[in-house]
């Protein structure tokens, strides 16, 4: 089996924060838009990455997901997002520490995403 790639589904209340965290704030294109439907709904894509977000009440109270962007620049990544979104910064890893297992890491976080910004 070959896979070339993973399309998380992320799920969101309200489907325009997810759109200011990873739009706004990341920096991710819209590559396909369906958020004026009545099952709002799009296609995030940056770098060769892409994320399904939609939005969804019920779904969204289930799924609750975390995953990890891994750059090769985190102090970079951590000056443009620290000042000009500080309200993502996760209160429990709001700057940029060197974590046991070697990585430098720091986290956001919205109403329903964890994200945990990770440079080896």
């Given amino acids: 089996m070959n896979f070339t790639r993973l399309v ?3 799920f969101y209340i309200d489907i325009k924060e997810a759109l200011r965290l990873f739009v706004d704030c990341l920096e991710f ?19 060769g990455l892409r994320i399904n977000l939609f939005e969804n009440k019920e779904l969204a109270k289930e799924h609750n997901p975390e995953f990890r962007l ?20 996760h209160p ?3 700057k940029i520490t060197l ?14 995403l964890g994200i945990v910004i990770q440079q080896w």
């Fill in 70 to 89: 891994v750059t090769n620049n985190i102090e970079e990544v951590y000056k443009k997002i620290s000042s000009t979104h500080p309200e993502f910064l």
């Fill in 99 to 112: 974590r046991p297992w070697g990585a430098k890491e720091f986290a956001l976080r919205d109403k329903q």
């Fill in 8 to 10: 998380p589904n992320v």
């Fill in 29 to 47: 294109t819209i590559a396909h838009d369906e958020l004026k439907s009545n099952n709002p709904f799009c296609v995030i894509e940056k770098n």
């Fill in 92 to 94: 429990n890893l709001r």
